[in-house]
């Protein structure tokens, strides 16, 4: 089972960035799918969630009305598209799944991305 994030890069602020995730080695039916964060010196921080079926999705409140999260279950594939992005949105970004709807808690999410860098200018 794989999950490969990617799209991450060097930005300035007020930039856009889309990031993906693509799944491999089995189907994530069933799954929520989310984004997690971590930037230098810090824990890693819940970004957003999406429902299996893509009709629910919850963020922190850090980055609503910037971030949008979606999926396209057919081809197993996770997505955040990043606005109005600022200095501090700067960290590696991760997806990850998790059959716990509605978990913010790293914890409780059963498989992992590798991390893409997303770094933000000022």
């Known amino acids: 089972v794989q999950l490969q994030a990617s799209g991450g890069g060097l930005v300035k602020a007020g930039d856009s960035l889309r990031l993906s995730c693509a799944a491999s080695g089995r189907t994530f039916s069933g799954y929520a799918l989310g984004w997690f964060r971590q930037a230098p010196g810090k824990e890693r921080e819940f970004v957003s969630a999406?429902?299996?079926?893509?009709?629910?999705?919850y963020y922190t409140d850090s980055v609503k009305g910037r971030f949008t999260i979606s999926r396209d279950s057919a081809k197993n594939t996770l997505f955040l598209q990043m606005n109005s992005l600022k200095p501090e949105d700067t960290a590696v970004y991760y997806c990850?799944?998790?059959?716990?709807?509605?978990?913010?808690?790293?914890?409780?999410?059963?498989?992992w991305g590798q991390g893409t860098l997303v770094t933000v200018s000022s």
């Open positions: 990850a799944a998790t059959i716990n709807w509605g978990s913010r808690n790293s914890f409780e999410y059963d498989y």
């Open positions: 999406i429902s299996w079926s893509g009709s629910s999705s």
